[in-house]
């Protein structure tokens, strides 16, 4: 069965700094890998999506996500971190395209001013 | 553009109590869903609708009723409450399966006493 792990449950970071939150899949076979932000009393908003092709992916607001099937990750990246970017991330894998998204269990980003 | 609107924002039941949850999009979508996010679980798939009058079980169907008997609306039902239970309730959308990007309401906070 397909799943996701996020290890870290809340990452802080300082405005202006580098950030990368880690996502770790598993599933034999070609994912296809998401990752969702939930801004604070909001509904979940695609960043970025993964279908078999170049590793690297760029999203919306500056994200970037680089897929590694020898790692079985699915890491995702920003170059500097702005306090708007202060929300939950959640990182998500689908099987064969189908209908059904596998979520992770989100990491809260906090950002210091 | 389009939206997802959820009803009500806050619901607040006894136990045993069955509890309907409404969602409306106007996008013109295909397909719907219906998500529970649990703090430091994630999300997980309670129900689905592929179309109109199509039903289908997620991972977390037991204890809950969906209907899909329009395009753009999906409810949901929990059939008895659980004392003490707390969740946020998320209803999405698509034009089909994963490969369209799935379009999130604000949820439904619901709080059992």
């Known amino acids: 069965a397909q799943s996701v792990t996020q290890p870290d449950a809340r990452v802080t970071v300082s405005e202006g700094a580098s950030l990368q939150l880690r996502c770790k899949y598993s599933y034999f076979g070609t994912p296809y890998l998401f990752w969702y932000v939930q801004y604070p009393r909001q509904g979940l908003q695609l960043l970025l999506k993964?279908?078999?092709?170049?590793?690297v992916v760029q999203g919306v607001n500056g994200f970037e996500a680089e897929f590694s099937k020898s790692n079985s990750s699915f890491h995702l990246r920003k170059a500097s971190v702005h306090w708007s970017d202060w929300a939950v991330y959640f990182c998500a894998v689908s099987m064969n395209m189908g209908y059904k998204l596998t979520f992770g269990t989100g990491t809260s980003l906090l950002v210091d001013p | 553009g389009g939206i997802i609107t959820q009803t009500p924002k806050f619901l607040i039941g006894q136990e045993g109590q069955k509890l309907t949850l409404k969602c409306q999009q106007n996008f013109n979508h295909d397909t719907m869903y219906w998500y529970r996010q649990d703090s430091g679980k994630g999300l997980r798939l309670i129900y689905y609708?592929?179309?109109?009058?199509?039903?289908q079980k997620g991972d977390l169907s037991e204890g809950y009723d969906a209907s899909r008997e329009k395009k753009s609306s999906f409810s949901l039902t929990v059939t008895s409450a659980q004392k003490n239970e707390m969740a946020v309730f998320l209803c999405a959308s698509s034009r089909t399966g994963v490969q369209d990007t799935q379009y999130f309401g604000p949820g439904t906070r619901l709080l059992v006493l």
């Open positions: 609708s592929i179309t109109e009058n199509d039903l």
């Open positions: 993964y279908y078999p092709g170049d590793p």
